[in-house]
């Protein structure tokens, strides 16, 4: 099963990681830098599923 994914993740090593990781599953994925980002995203393309990191 694809999904849509949206990644907030402020440091870009570990974005890219994700990102590589999820678009080798088949997903569509965007990748945000930081919380605000991530919120207008949200709003413009809720995504089906949230995760949140709050460390």
């Known amino acids: 099963m694809c999904a849509y994914v949206l990644v ?3 440091d870009p090593k570990q ?7 999820l678009c080798r599953e088949d997903h ?13 995203e949200v709003r413009r393309r809720p995504p089906p599923t949230c995760w949140c990191s709050t460390s």
Do not use: F, K, Q
């Open 8 to 10: 907030a993740e402020d």
């Open 15 to 21: 974005a890219e990681l994700v990102r590589r990781y």
């Open 28 to 40: 569509t994925v965007r990748v945000v830098s930081n919380g605000r980002d991530a919120i207008d």
